[in-house]
């Protein structure tokens, strides 16, 4: 008897899974950065140890974050 638990889900399931789990770190990289860049540490550790698949993330790029001014 195996343990394991990828045949047990499903090739939909799997799919899905890394589906978030690529999501999740593309927002988490972008905002990450843009925390560090700012020196803010409060959001930087924040980010990087509360896991909400993406949503905390894009919410600190477009929200909380000031917009950086466009060079004309």
């Given amino acids: 008897m195996t343990n394991n638990l ?3 889900l499903g090739m939909g399931w799997s799919l899905v ?3 978030l789990a690529i999501w999740s770190l ?3 990289g972008m905002a990450l950065w843009k925390a560090a860049r700012k020196g803010e ?3 930087f ?3 990087l140890v509360v896991n909400t698949v993406g949503i ?3 919410l600190y790029l477009y929200v909380f974050s000031e917009r950086s001014k ?3």
């Fill in 6 to 8: 990828w045949p047990a």
């Fill in 41 to 43: 540490t409060t959001w």
């Fill in 17 to 19: 899974i890394i589906f």
């Fill in 70 to 72: 466009s060079v004309k």
């Fill in 26 to 28: 593309v927002w988490k």
């Fill in 45 to 47: 550790i924040a980010l």
């Fill in 56 to 58: 905390l993330d894009i």
